[in-house]
């Protein structure tokens, strides 16, 4: 689905992604982790198209992103793909329900009653139906994630970028929040998701680990149960 070129991206002297390629096919889950500083939400926002590398291509199902005029770009990237962030950045004036929505109205891509439908079912499935009529300082940090999930999914994307989405939360909303997006992955959908906690990498597939920069290691997880234990294992081999 995404094949990533080549990329590097430097900041003055300090070259912050150097030389990453890597594959994300479909229904992959991807888990990125790394150091702090190590360049793992700037190889987010490069393959998601939000922050152009200097060097290097995303190639997204053909599409050569980083060749599409903004408009065209800002177009693909709402009818493609979702983002979560560690901070919801839910807009303060609106109900959680009209945030969700937002997206769908600004891709203008279905009808209002289908848009709506769709918020209702994914709150539905996300356990924050009650929470619709709310305003975003009335929920806790753990349904503000889940919401932000139900508004990243409104455009029935191919894939949910994420870039520590549980990192403000305590372990119990955190688990919950895996779980949902464990459900969403079985489902069908792509997800890539920057963590630093080793429990949250072990519900994904594959694990790459970042450091300085580069791509210095990848894992394939293939059994559950044992997935946290093989990632701690190979954690001290990198
Ligand atoms: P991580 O997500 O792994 O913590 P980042 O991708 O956020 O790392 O950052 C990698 C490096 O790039 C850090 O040293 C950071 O200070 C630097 N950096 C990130 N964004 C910018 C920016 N806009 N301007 C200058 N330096 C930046
Ligand atoms: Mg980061």
Redesign the pocket.
């Known amino acids: 689905m995404i094949k990533v070129k080549n990329i590097s991206k430097s ?1 003055k002297d ?1 070259i ?1 992604l150097n030389n990453v390629s890597l594959e994300i096919n479909k229904g992959d889950f991807t888990a990125v982790m ?10 987010l926002y490069s393959i998601s198209s939000m922050d152009n590398p200097d060097e290097g291509e995303v190639i997204f199902e053909g599409i050569d992103v980083y060749k599409l005029s903004e408009s065209e770009l800002s177009k693909f990237r709402l009818n493609k793909m979702g983002f979560v962030f560690q901070n919801s950045q839910m807009l303060k004036n609106l109900s959680i329900f009209d945030n969700i929505i937002l997206p769908g109205m600004v891709a203008k891509r279905e009808s209002i009653e289908v848009v709506r439908a769709r918020a209702t079912e994914l709150m539905s499935k996300m356990g924050i139906e009650d929470i619709k009529d709310r305003d975003i300082r009335e929920v806790s940090g753990g349904q503000l994630q889940r919401a932000a999930i139900c508004r990243a999914m409104i455009n029935s994307p191919e894939i949910l970028f994420m870039d520590e989405p549980t990192g403000a939360l305590n372990s119990e909303a955190a688990s919950q929040v895996m779980e949902i997006l464990k459900k969403l992955n079985q489902e069908g959908i792509s997800i890539m998701l ?1 963590t630093h906690d080793a429990k949250m990498a072990s519900m994904a597939k594959k694990v790459i680990y ?1 450091k300085d920069g580069k791509l210095a290691g990848e894992i394939k997880l293939s059994n559950e149960k044992e997935a946290l234990a093989e990632i701690d294992l190979w954690l001290k081999t990198i």
């Open positions: 900041y300090a912050v790394g150091p702090s500083g190590s360049g793992k939400s700037t190889l920057v970042i």
